[in-house]
């Protein structure tokens, strides 16, 4: 069934006029001005073809077709703020659903979701299997990808673009490459990996040096099974905590936002 186009904005004007009985005090109410709610009053009678209000020497006075339609608007404005009530229902929800790189997820996620978890009792994590998943698709709340920037999305940076170049204590004299990596000029590396992930497990094998963004590897490099070949320096690309508006602005996910933004 069609339904018919209801005026919502000019229909709330007229409740605030409704109770105060007053275009100023329900001016006042709404931070407008008394005359954009005596248009908005015009143009709902027009719509409607009926008029609401009449001065007297008393004052503003609701017409009988006006107090016809007031207890009904009321009840309706009532079944929208519970229709929103449940809508944002999930978002009190300690239930999170993240994508993110597995290499970022072990070296630097874990162990600071592992306190808010222990700040924050009841609090449960989905991971999904796969970093690059569509938000829509897997109802993610979140994701961290390695990335410029944002792009259409909501985020914050999580580590400075810095990225910096690594290798074990003992490692073989080759080059690790993966995508998104620029090594040296003419320098042929001796593996190409994938991610930043196998980079990283490879380099940690010995089996060349690697330049990793320092966010990843900044724990080997602090235990001693990484020794930094090169002083970090600026990269382009950094790890950012992204999500669309909607999930953004929810409570839920900006009490993680605001706890792994502040770290």
Same mark, same amino acid.
């Not at 990808?145 to 990225?163: I, Y």
């Not at 690594?166 to 040296?184: K, S």
């Given at each position: 069934?069609?339904?018919?186009?209801?005026?919502?904005?000019?229909?709330?004007?007229?409740?605030?006029?409704?109770?105060?009985?007053?275009?100023? /005090?329900?001016?006042?109410?709404?931070?407008?001005?008394?005359?954009?709610?005596?248009?908005?009053?015009?143009?709902?009678?027009?719509?409607?073809?009926?008029?609401?209000?009449?001065?007297?020497?008393?004052?503003? +006075?609701?017409?009988?077709?006006?107090?016809?339609?007031?207890?009904?608007?009321?009840?309706?404005?009532?079944?929208?703020?519970?229709?929103?009530?449940?809508?944002?229902?999930?978002?009190?929800?300690?239930?999170?659903?993240?994508?993110?790189?597995? +290499?970022?997820?072990?070296?630097?996620?874990?162990?600071?979701?592992?306190?808010?978890?222990?700040?924050?009792?009841?609090?449960?994590?989905?991971?999904?299997?796969?970093?690059?998943?569509?938000?829509?698709?897997?109802?993610?709340?979140?994701?961290?990808?390695?990335?410029?920037?944002?792009?259409?999305?909501?985020?914050?940076?999580?580590?400075?673009?810095?990225?910096?170049?690594?290798?074990?204590?003992?490692?073989?004299?080759?080059? $690790?490459?993966?995508?998104?990596?620029?090594?040296?000029?003419?320098?042929?590396?001796? $593996?190409?990996?994938?991610?930043?992930?196998?980079?990283?497990?490879?380099?940690?094998?010995?089996?060349?040096?690697?330049?990793?963004?320092?966010?990843?590897?900044? /724990?080997? $490099?602090?235990?001693?099974?990484?020794?930094?070949?090169?002083?970090?320096?600026?990269?382009?690309?950094?790890?950012?905590?992204?999500?669309?508006?909607?999930?953004?602005?929810?409570?839920?996910?900006?009490?993680?936002?605001?706890?792994?933004?502040?770290?």
């Amino acid at each position: 069934m069609k339904r018919t186009h209801l005026p919502l904005n000019a229909l709330r004007v007229f409740d605030a006029a409704a109770r105060h009985l007053s275009f100023t /005090r329900a001016a006042d109410e709404l931070a407008v001005t008394p005359a954009a709610v005596g248009q908005q009053i015009r143009a709902l009678e027009d719509v409607l073809g009926v008029v609401l209000f009449r001065r007297t020497s008393k004052g503003l +006075e609701l017409t009988p077709e006006g107090e016809a339609g007031l207890d009904p608007l009321r009840e309706g404005f009532m079944r929208f703020e519970e229709s929103v009530a449940a809508m944002q229902a999930g978002q009190a929800s300690d239930r999170y659903t993240i994508a993110v790189p597995r +290499e970022f997820y072990a070296e630097w996620l874990a162990p600071r979701l592992a306190k808010f978890q222990a700040d924050t009792p009841g609090v449960q994590y989905i991971l999904a299997p796969d970093e690059h998943a569509d938000f829509t698709e897997a109802n993610l709340d979140l994701a961290i990808r390695l990335v410029d920037g944002p792009g259409e999305l909501q985020g914050v940076q999580l580590a400075p673009a810095m990225r910096v170049t690594v290798a074990a204590p003992e490692y073989r004299e080759a080059w $690790i490459d993966w995508p998104g990596m620029t090594l040296p000029d003419g320098i042929n590396p001796c $593996i190409r990996a994938g991610s930043p992930g196998q980079a990283l497990a490879s380099a940690l094998a010995g089996m060349g040096r690697t330049i990793l963004p320092l966010a990843l590897a900044e /724990r080997a $490099i602090a235990s001693g099974t990484l020794t930094a070949l090169t002083e970090p320096e600026p990269g382009t690309r950094a790890y950012w905590l992204l999500a669309p508006p909607p999930q953004w602005r929810s409570k839920k996910v900006r009490a993680l936002v605001g706890y792994l933004a502040a770290d």
